[in-house]
């Protein structure tokens, strides 16, 4: 039995309002004996998720906490945590911190360090893993000569999660623009940009028998933000990454955590190692929901919606129907409330593009693509008479 607190506000910055609503989505991956502490703001949405899952098929808990306080974890001390992030990635001397090392100071310990890109890169190249061209640095002032990189690069801060803080650098004008706005004290690296149109994930967990590699998918984003992924994938270099995946579980990582890579066709090195999720990250609620529905072929999304209430989405005929094996399953619910829901598109690509397009239309409050009853046309054409 597992207790669920995925809140993610120890992981990343607040950058476009709704991070405390995440909290939500692990409900599609605990089970009916579990416990799920949920944000109280999304009470009211309850019966529109849960009725969601029951016609699917999709079980889940219904033992709700509507409180992400730590303490819970210790109260429920029989069950098993499960937590986004096993830390603080914004502020290390928290109380939230001290909370985690007090639990599994190893754990505590593995997660902070590689958390941070930098102790990545040297890591990896440690390991004999091939990494994009990358300098490492603590200060600002330590930055020499700019014509020396190559380019174009990103500027990056060590710890940074969804692309926070990341600047593209076309050459070194424009880097040492980035660099004069740079806060001195965060360390952050500049790294080439890999000559690669595609990115994949590659997600381990911990079990009790050692590292179990899980799913590969490869990423869908915008710009330097994670915005979806897509399975299956040819890719799937394992035995590059087993080794650094053997080391984090040696030095006490427990739970799920991931790997992001570019692939780079043609080159003597075809996978160069970008960073470590030592943690839950956004393709492993999909991943784990479509384990569990056995779907095989799927993708998922984050999407705008006009929307602020799943009660006011009409998803019935596009919903996932378990005898066909396609259809849309709600994963990031909580979100509508800002505007925004992630999704899972089940089903073969030519299925995942019609279901898109067809989801998109319905998460516009737009008339026009809502069918009129004869009634409601009739008080429409009246109103433009009118000119209401």
Known sequence: MKIYNHDIRTSTHETSGGTHLYSGRALGLSEPTDIIQIHPALKPEWDSIAAHYARIGLR????????????HLQTYA????????FGDAVCDHSPCAQFYRDIDQRWFDVVTYINAKNNFI???????????ATACFNRSAAVGQLERFTYPCYLKPSVSDSGFGILYCQDARQLAAALMEWSDPVPFQIQAEAPSATFINLQYQVTENGIERLLVSEQILNGCVHGGNRYPTAHQPWSY?????QWLAEQGMKGLFAFDAAVVDGAEHPYLAIECNPRFNGSSYPTLIAQKLGILQWSSETLMTDYHSLADLELRDLEFNPDLGTG?????????????????????TVQQAALRTELQNQLMDSEQLRPLNP???????LAKISGI
């Open 60 to 71: 889940h808990s219904h033992n709700v906490l509507w409180s992400l306080s730590l303490a």
């Open 78 to 85: 029989d069950y098993e945590p499960s937590v986004y992030f």
């Open 122 to 132: 040297e890591l990896a190249q440690r390991l004999g893993l091939p990494v994009p």
């Open 241 to 245: 990454f087993d080794p650094l995946a």
């Open 328 to 348: 849309i399953i709600l994963i990031n619910w909580g979100t509508i409330l800002v505007g925004k829901i992630s999704v899972l598109l089940a089903g073969t």
């Open 375 to 381: 009634r409601d046309y009739i008080t429409k054409e």
